[in-house]
């Protein structure tokens, strides 16, 4: 059991999230280990994305646990942000920059590897679009872009809040391989959609309304 722990790679538990002073998240608790995956499911509204930015270190625990990697990210959370990759739902682009450039700075300021870029670029169906400024991309090219900044590190961890938002069929294919890829690596990954993706063996935790009004996860069935 003492090495099982040690192998986690995301532990919630009891997990508790306020937002000006409203318990917005209670109860919940999950565990992925290496080359795990799970869905986080619930109406809108209901604290997917809140959970997800609270695990990467976006907004503060109020109580419970919580690791990345085996680092507590109450207590060591550089250590623990710097296991993890995080896809919200703002692009953070800069409307004159360049594919290219956005990912050189990525890589920089996340210690991810610059050659890297042009392979995460073919990944996502970028690469003749890499000298192009932001501005003239559409919004599924935005989003591919974000996505493409996963490829450029080793960071175990990937959390995923509704990565497949405007994304074409196409593009939606290309993102499960990159996370079946990445969970083949040893990877875990934790991500809120409505969409079936297709990864064997990934977990579903729903997230409804508690008995005081407040979301708790609990584990569905495995898909």
């Known amino acids: 059991m003492e090495g099982a722990e040690r192998s986690a790679l995301i532990e919630v538990e009891a997990l508790e999230i306020r937002r000006a002073g409203r318990r917005v998240v209670s109860g919940a608790s999950l565990r992925l280990g290496a080359g795990e995956a799970a869905i986080l499911r619930g109406p809108n509204g209901v604290g997917k994305s809140t959970l997800l930015r609270a695990l990467a270190g976006l907004c503060p625990i109020a109580g419970g646990v919580a690791r990345i990697g085996g680092h507590d990210l109450r207590e ?25 450039e956005a990912l050189r700075f990525h890589a920089d ?32 090219q ?56 297709g990864l064997s063996g990934a977990r579903s935790f729903e997230l409804t309304p508690g008995p005081s009004g407040s979301p708790e996860a609990a584990e569905a069935e495995s898909w």
Do not use: N
């Open 109 to 140: 300021l996340l210690g991810g590897d610059r050659a890297r870029i042009p392979e995460a670029l073919r990944a996502f169906h970028l690469d003749s679009l890499a000298e192009a400024p932001a501005r003239h991309l559409s919004a599924g």
């Open 76 to 100: 060591t959370p550089a250590a623990a942000q710097a296991a993890l990759a995080y896809a919200g739902h703002l692009d953070s682009l800069k409307l004159p920059e360049t594919p290219l």
């Open 142 to 197: 935005r989003r591919r872009l974000g996505l493409a900044r996963l490829l450029l590190t080793d960071r175990p961890v990937w959390l995923l809040d509704e990565p497949t938002t405007a994304l074409d069929a196409a593009s939606t294919a290309a993102l499960v391989e990159a996370m079946k890829g990445h969970l083949a690596r040893g990877g875990a990954i934790l991500a809120a959609t409505h969409l079936d993706l």
